[in-house]
């Protein structure tokens, strides 16, 4: 029977492998035109929404403690103080090598309860339904938001560079 | 056993109840605002990107084309001439009761192969590698750029309003 291992794992890991790349190609981007990196890390499509730097943050917490849950398992806390390209990218490998730590063993079909806030209130849903409606939506949404912000600047990214290759 | 319907039609639905959601409050700001709604519809985050209104049908086509690829169905076509918010959300309801219109008998546990275009070559992966790796990224992609080109102009929304409810 598929677990929430098998939806959860790939899936996640797949995002933010992908982002790592996009991130490698705005710190390229950068670079050849010479524009500081903190300017494109700082940068928000609106005055009061998270700047990329925030973005990569969060898709790794929501990732990280997401699946935590999911796994009746301690998720790692990290400081956010990720500033450079190579410190964001080296963000998004720690939570891959969290997410690929944890075996298949730890989740379960997706029926048993996992509690987690919304929007500080504490809720409670089956594990499928909260991989489904919260984590999913959540990492990808934070995924789409990066790659936007870059996108918005001028980096040369197109959506074969979100979705990553299907044999990878 | 959970079936690829259990995984996509309920996360998918969802997704798109979401995007009427904050179309409806584009529009409420629009009206409020006095702004053109055409505008707002035709606005993007760069001149290369698509607009909004595009991002509504591509976020529609990824989901009736790739869930009709998972149930051995055909999609219906549509002819993407929506103009304004009425029709932009008329079109994502469309696209959710045809997805809730397909049977839970039409979908596998995931293992069946499913052929499909990636940037024009054809391909083949099981079903949930589909789903996984090509329809949930790619519906959540437009359905977050959507909301991006919104926020961007100033369109007062937050992640619950691309999230929903969890109790919905």
Redesign the interface.
């Known amino acids: 029977?598929?677990t929430m291992h098998?939806?959860a794992i790939?899936?996640i890991t797949?995002?933010l492998k992908n982002l790592i790349h996009v991130l490698e190609k705005a710190a390229a981007h950068a670079e050849a035109k010479k524009i500081e990196p903190a300017v494109l890390i700082g940068s928000r499509?609106?005055p009061d929404?998270f700047p990329l730097g925030r973005q990569v943050q969060i898709a790794s917490d929501i990732a990280k403690g997401g699946i935590a849950r999911m796994a009746q398992a301690e998720g790692p806390k990290w400081e956010d103080n990720e500033t450079t390209f190579p410190e964001l990218i080296e963000r998004a490998r720690k939570t891959i090598a969290y997410l690929e730590s944890l075996k298949p063993e730890q989740f379960d079909?997706?029926s048993r309860t996992v509690s987690f806030p919304?929007?500080g209130q504490p809720?409670t849903?089956t594990a499928?339904?909260y991989l489904?409606?919260?984590v999913?939506?959540?990492v990808?949404?934070h995924c789409?938001?990066a790659?936007?912000i870059l996108?918005?600047n001028?980096v040369e990214l197109g959506?074969?560079d979100?979705?990553?290759p299907?044999e990878a």
Chains 1, 2 share one sequence.
């Open positions: 029977m598929p098998d939806a790939p899936t797949r995002a499509l609106y929404m079909d997706g919304v929007q809720k849903a499928s339904k489904y409606t919260r999913l939506p959540n990808f949404f789409a938001t790659y936007n996108r918005h001028g959506k074969a979100f979705l990553g299907l």
